[in-house]
Structures are given as C-alpha cells and as structure tokens.
T-cell receptor, first 114, second 108 residues
Framework: KAGVTQTPRYLIKTRGQQVTLSCSPI?????VSWYQQTPGQGLQFLFE???????NKGNFPGRFSGRQFSNSRSEMNVSTLELGDSALYLC?????????????FGSGTQLSVL | GQSLEQPSEVTAVEGAIVQINCTYQ??????LSWYQQHDGGAPTFLSY??LDGLEETGRFSSFLSRSDSYGYLLLQELQMKDSASYFC?????????WGAGTKLIIKP
C-alpha cells in the first residue's frame, strides 16, 4: 500500500506570491488534515477534510485555504505569502471513521518564503 | 483554553530507560497519542491511549491517567536510533492538539 504523497518536496517563493501544495492520502482513507511545523515547534493544525467537506479548522488566517477532491486528494493554498509562512507543511491521512486515533504523515513540503 | 506541556529536551544513556511526561488541559478529551519524528522526517505513530493504564508495544510503553490529565511515554533499552523528537497529542473534538515536542538525546 502506497503511503501519503506530498508534492512538491521543496518550494521557494517570494513575499506576496501564492502557493498550492498537494497531498495524496493512502488509498481508502477519506480524511486529510494539514499541519504547519516550524523549527522547535509542535504541529499547528490548519484544517481537516473528510469526504470533500472541511470538518475542522485551526486558528490560521483566511490566507490559508484548502479543498478535497472526490478521490480524497487534497490541496492547500496560501495566498499573499509572508516571511513567517516559511515552514514545513505536513499532510496526514486517516480513515476518518471514529476517533482518528492514528494518522499517517507524508514527508512534507518545505516552503521557504524570501 | 487547551494546552499541553512536555519537556523540551531529555538526555539519556544508551541501554537505559527514559520517561517523557505530558500534561494537558483540554475539553472534550477522548485520547492521547504519541508520535516520533526523526530530524528531517515525518512524524510516525507510536501509541494511543483512550483509557487509563499502560499500553505496551515492544520497547515502548505509554501510560494515561485521565483523572490527573497526565500521560507518559516510556522507552526501554534505549538505542541510538531512538534519538528523535517525541510529541504527545490530545484528541479533542475531532482535532489533535499537539505538544511542542521533546527532543531525546541519547549518549553512548
């Protein structure tokens, strides 16, 4: 079974630009959640999608948005990039049933904003 | 509000036992998970506790006390490959609230 795939692995952007990150979950998983991780910090929850619907959202500004397609693949978009958006963005997939007790993470997209 | 606390760094010797504590304050709690993350890698699931008590998986064990809002991860027979960051995460209202992580440094 293939794992969680995130593309691209690395991205360099400049302030003011926008960026789209992609995540393909494990086959059969319907839940995709996104996290931001900065050095020495825990994972900050961005949002979770289940069956194409945003089920939960963290405390990030509206510049951060996402969507999920019918095949469960998900994209995350960040508009008007700021220097502080430089981080590792992780996607995690889960079955989405019950309490989501186990997440499977992708390798992440390392975003650098210059 | 919701918060988790875990030590930022723990140092131990190869072959020894180490315990990483996690205290939390949250509403709607229904479980505590532990994840391991090596430098440059993705977090990987270690354990999940929904009920009070100890869960054992090989060299790793995890404990939960719901009444004390406390849990810990116990690593036995430490190996150099266990050098990593360890995160506790609380399951609450369809969200996972994460601690800032504990960097485990293992000395030979």
């Amino acid at each position: 079974k293939a794992g969680v795939t995130q593309t691209p692995r690395y991205l360099i952007k400049t302030r003011g630009q926008q960026v789209t990150l992609s995540c393909s979950p494990i086959s059969g998983h319907r839940s995709v959640s996104w996290y931001q991780q900065t050095p020495g910090q825990g994972l900050q929850f961005l949002f979770e999608y289940f069956s194409e619907t945003q089920r939960n959202k963290g405390n990030f500004p509206g510049r951060f948005s996402g969507r999920q397609f019918s095949n469960s693949r998900s994209e995350m978009n960040v508009s008007t990039l700021e220097l502080g958006d430089s981080a590792l963005y992780l996607c995690a997939s889960a079955s989405g049933e019950g309490s989501n007790e186990k997440l499977f993470f992708g390798s992440g997209t390392q975003l650098s904003v210059l | 509000g919701q918060s988790l606390e875990q030590p930022s760094e723990v140092t131990a010797v190869e072959g020894a036992i180490v315990q990483i504590n996690c205290t939390y304050q949250t509403s709607g709690f229904y479980g505590l998970s532990w994840y391991q993350q090596h430098d440059g890698g993705a977090p990987t699931f270690l354990s999940y506790n929904a009920l009070d008590g100890l869960e054992e998986t090989g060299r790793f064990s995890s404990f939960l006390s719901r009444s004390d809002s406390y849990g810990y991860l116990l690593l036995q027979e430490l190996q150099m490959k266990d050098s990593a960051s360890y995160f506790c995460a609380v399951h609450s209202n369809y969200q996972l609230i994460w601690g800032a992580g504990t960097k485990l440094i293992i000395k030979p």
